[in-house]
Structures are given as structure tokens and as C-alpha cells.
């Protein structure tokens, strides 16, 4: 399979060094899923693997075998997520109920990303974030008419008229991707899990655990 387009961008900011070297069944995870998926999210998970870029992870599909990390994935994190747009009435101004919301990314302070299914192409679906931190009287929920992919490398490269997380972390500023399985290997060797470097608190990192 060809690399997407935007995914080629997002390898001139976010190199895929640190790699995972999974190879997903699409067919069967979205037949686990209930629905296609996008062209860009499958592209990505080929070319990078499952990992984190910085704090911000995208999640996979379908559950992947690394130690306290095999419930984190877009099955599992549906019903959460799909709760919260159902209690806060979603992004004002859009009419979809929560089964349209289907997340493929959490973190950078507790953040979470999804895409709102509101066309049969999953090609169009634009993505949603929910921002813990927002200002007073400002909706949590904000919408953008871009993919997942895209929506990355634009918020890295600061092209948004505003950074669209509740938090900075990213914003302007391009993270280092590492797979899960790299992360492990670190934590293991004693190493931070994102920078490699020695860390003598590594054995407390949740992930260490078996």
C-alpha cells in the first residue's frame, strides 16, 4: 500500500525511526469496529506502527499485546468518550448524537480526539477534540474540518488559528514518535520511555509492570 499523502507530510516533522513493526488486520477491525475507517488513519498505523508522538497517543484499532496497554484502543475507549458528548451536548451547532463519535486519540493532559462519522466516506469525516482546559463559558467540544493526519501536522506546525487542544504541549512544535514496543524495550533498560535517556525512576512507569 502507497503512503498517504498526508501522512508524507507528517513524516517531514515526525520521522518514523522509532517505529512499531505491527501489521494490522484492517479487515477484521473493521469488522470489530462496525465501520471503514480512514484512508489516512490506516496509512499511518502502517507506516509508524502503534505508538505515541510526545504525550499524545493514537490509538489502534484493536487491542495490541504490550504489557498494561493491551485495553487502550478505539473499541475500548468509545463508550467513555461517547458518554461525554451525550452529558455535554457535544460541539454546539451540530446535530449528531454520540454513536458518531469514534476516538483515535488521548493524552497531552488529558485530552481526547475522535472523528465525527457524519458522512458514508470515512474520507470526510472531520475530527472533534474534547479540551479539558478551555476558558470560562467555552465549550470543551470543538470541531475541524480535516482528518486525523492532517490535523496533527497542523497543529505541530502551529497553522490553526488557535492551538486546538487544551493544551500546548504540541503546539508549534513537532513531537518525537515511539512505538509502544520501543517504550517497553526503554523502560526495561531503564531509560525514559520517550527520550531514551537514563531515567532511575523507570521501574515506576505503569507500563514496566507485566
Request: net charge negative; proline share 8%; glycine share 10%.
Amino acid at each position: 500500500m502507497s503512503v498517504h499523502p498526508d501522512v508524507e507530510d507528517l513524516l517531514r516533522i515526525v520521522p518514523a525511526e522509532h517505529r512499531g513493526e505491527e501489521r494490522i488486520d484492517w479487515r477484521a477491525a473493521e469488522a470489530a469496529l462496525g465501520t471503514r475507517l480512514p484512508s489516512d488513519y490506516m496509512s499511518f498505523m502502517d507506516t509508524y506502527g502503534v505508538g505515541d508522538i510526545a504525550e499524545l497517543v493514537i490509538l489502534p484499532p484493536l487491542s495490541i499485546d504490550v504489557p498494561n496497554l493491551s485495553d487502550c484502543h478505539i473499541g475500548s475507549v468509545s463508550e467513555g468518550l461517547r458518554w461525554v458528548w451525550e452529558e455535554e451536548g457535544g460541539v454546539p451547532g451540530v446535530s449528531a448524537g454520540p454513536e458518531a463519535v469514534l476516538p483515535w486519540g488521548t493524552g497531552c493532559n488529558a485530552n481526547e480526539m475522535a472523528w465525527l462519522m457524519t458522512d458514508a466516506d470515512p474520507n470526510k469525516w472531520p475530527v472533534v477534540a474534547w479540551r479539558r482546559q478551555v476558558s470560562y463559558g467555552e465549550s470543551r467540544w470543538a470541531i475541524f474540518d480535516c482528518g486525523m493526519v492532517k490535523f496533527l501536522t497542523r497543529m505541530m506546525l502551529a497553522e490553526f488559528d488557535e492551538c486546538p487542544l487544551g493544551d500546548a504541549s504540541l503546539w508549534g512544535r513537532p513531537g518525537v514518535f515511539v512505538s509502544w514496543r520501543e517504550q517497553r524495550r526503554r523502560l526495561v533498560a531503564g531509560l525514559d520511555p520517550l527520550t531514551g535517556e537514563p531515567n532511575p525512576y523507570a521501574e515506576m512507569f505503569p507500563i514496566f509492570d507485566e
